[in-house]
């Protein structure tokens, strides 16, 4: 079955930076992009950006251009997003997602920047 | 950016009960290819996102056909025919016909 499972959640001081992993079970990771997704309880759910899992292609909303550095490792069917200059408003459950459609969920990371 | 207005933001509901979320855009979601991106995700409590539905009125996998979406441009609708226990949480629409992709702010369904 298809899996998506997400590294621990993160304690990070103010302009530090993190890198989260989601790592692909149960499908051909190569054959389909992987999403990340962020969630506050403001801004509800904020769409980051994809990688193209094969090319290692990527497409950012401008909102997180500078902020999120997408990544990924074919040879253990692994995404990985590098969040850097954290900052308060950094603090949120991020989520990877297969394809456009998002069709399964990581179960998410919670990011906390405190100093 | 395109802005997805859902409407209510809170539902009340028993069980049994037929249920509609809206979900209105800022701007028509039809592309030029005659594809529309709009798609439905339900977050339960403590949960993921799950996908319910797809290019909207496409049934996910494993997803129960008392689930049904409808629309078309900027107006959308998800049905619920029989609200389940099963089925309280928080749903959202995301739209994928332009960048960035967006989702409305949610809608929660709770028992009456």
């Known amino acids: 079955q298809v899996q998506l499972q997400q590294s621990g959640a993160e304690l990070a001081k103010p302009g530090s930076s993190v890198k989260i992993s989601c790592k692909a079970s149960?499908?051909?990771?190569?054959?389909?992009?992987i999403s990340w997704i962020k969630q506050t309880t403001g801004q509800g759910l904020e769409y980051i950006g994809y990688?193209?899992?094969?090319?290692?292609?990527?497409n950012y909303n401008e909102k997180f251009k500078g902020k999120a550095t997408l990544t990924v490792d074919k040879s253990s069917s692994t995404a990985f997003m590098q969040l850097s200059s954290l900052t308060p408003d950094d603090s949120a459950v991020y989520y990877c997602?297969?394809?456009?459609?998002?069709?399964?969920w990581g179960q998410g990371v919670m990011v906390t920047v405190s100093s | 950016d395109v802005v997805l207005t859902q409407t209510p933001s809170t539902l009340s509901a028993t069980i049994g009960q037929s249920v509609s979320i809206s979900c209105r855009s800022s701007?028509?979601?039809?592309?030029?290819?005659?594809?529309?991106?709009l798609y439905w995700y339900l977050q339960r409590p403590g949960q993921s996102p799950q996908l319910l539905i797809y290019?909207?009125?496409n049934l996910g996998s494993g997803v129960p056909n008392r689930f049904s979406g409808s629309g078309s441009g900027t107006d959308f609708t998800l049905k619920i025919s029989g609200v389940e226990a099963e089925d309280l949480g928080v749903y959202y629409c995301?739209?994928?016909?332009?960048?960035?992709?967006?989702f409305g702010a949610g809608t929660k369904l709770e028992l009456k």
């Open positions: 997602a297969r394809r456009g459609t998002l069709d399964y």
């Open positions: 149960g499908y051909t990771f190569t054959s389909y992009y």
């Open positions: 990688i193209n899992t094969g090319s290692g292609g990527t």
């Open positions: 701007q028509s979601l039809l592309d030029s290819a005659g594809n529309t991106y």
């Open positions: 290019l909207v009125s």
């Open positions: 995301m739209q994928a016909t332009h960048a960035p992709y967006t």
